[in-house]
């Protein structure tokens, strides 16, 4: 069965430093798409940096970058330069390309703390 | 970037009440999504619709109905309110081409039912 899992339930990190969040995932498809989105503190949920399954290259936008592990149905997310407003909670999720509904499957969400 | 807008952004109503929660894309998306995100839970499906009439059942759809009326707008609806409904309610968009896949998603809903 499908299924996304964040072990990491909270992250506290100091600003301007880097930080990875762990997502992992369980698909019985050769083709699928996964996603970081970002919830803040006033509850907006961002979309941040999506990866395809069958591009090699790890994606990148702005300080933000995933390290796709294929073998590993890994897809971490991470941050550089870490700063106060990166305090959020971060989801992963995954569709697969059979899923013809296009319904996403999310993880449970890592809170990241960033401290001064 | 994708727009999409919730109405009310707050409601409390009582149990056995009527709430209707209001949502509009006005990026020609196909897809609609509403989703329920409670403490412990993360988000959960509740319904969804690829185009104005169609309706699709998600994981945890007892207690809602929802209806598409057009492309662009996408209602939730709660007839005999609880309490165990009381969370935060995002609804969301995406499409079928071009950037398919990425949804994007309202501001949310905070509806508490007493």
């Known amino acids: 069965a499908q299924k996304v899992t964040q072990t990491q ?9 880097t930080v990875t969040m762990d997502c992992v995932y369980e698909t019985r498809d050769s083709s699928y798409f996964l996603f970081w989105y970002k919830q803040t503190a006033s509850g907006e949920i961002v979309f941040l940096i ?11 936008v702005g300080h933000y970058s995933l390290n796709f592990q294929k073998p590993k149905s890994s897809i971490g997310l991470i941050i550089t330069a870490t700063q ?3 305090s959020a909670v971060y989801f992963c999720a995954m569709r697969e390309l059979a899923d013809s509904n296009y319904q996403l499957i999310w993880g ?3 809170k990241l703390i960033i401290k001064p | 970037e994708a727009a999409v807008t919730q109405s009310p952004r707050n409601k409390v109503t009582v149990t056995g009440g009527n709430v209707t ?7 020609s998306h196909n897809y609609m999504y509403w989703y ?10 509740i319904h969804y619709s690829y185009g104005a009439g169609n309706l699709q059942i998600g994981d945890v759809p007892d ?6 009326t057009t492309q662009e707008d996408f209602f939730l609806l709660l007839e005999l309110a609880s309490p165990s409904q009381t969370s935060l309610y995002f609804c969301a968009s995406s499409d079928d081409w071009g950037t398919q896949d990425t949804q994007y998603f309202g501001p949310g809903t905070r509806l508490l039912v007493l």
């Open chain 1, 108 to 110: 449970s969400g890592t």
């Open chain 2, 63 to 68: 207690g809602y109905k929802a209806t598409r």
């Open chain 1, 84 to 86: 106060i407003e990166d």
């Open chain 2, 36 to 45: 329920r995100q409670d403490t412990g839970h993360g988000l959960r499906l």
């Open chain 1, 50 to 60: 999506r990866q395809d399954s069958y591009k090699k290259e790890n994606a990148t």
């Open chain 1, 9 to 17: 339930t909270s992250i506290s990190v100091v600003e301007k430093t």
């Open chain 2, 21 to 27: 929660l209001s949502c509009r894309q006005t990026n």
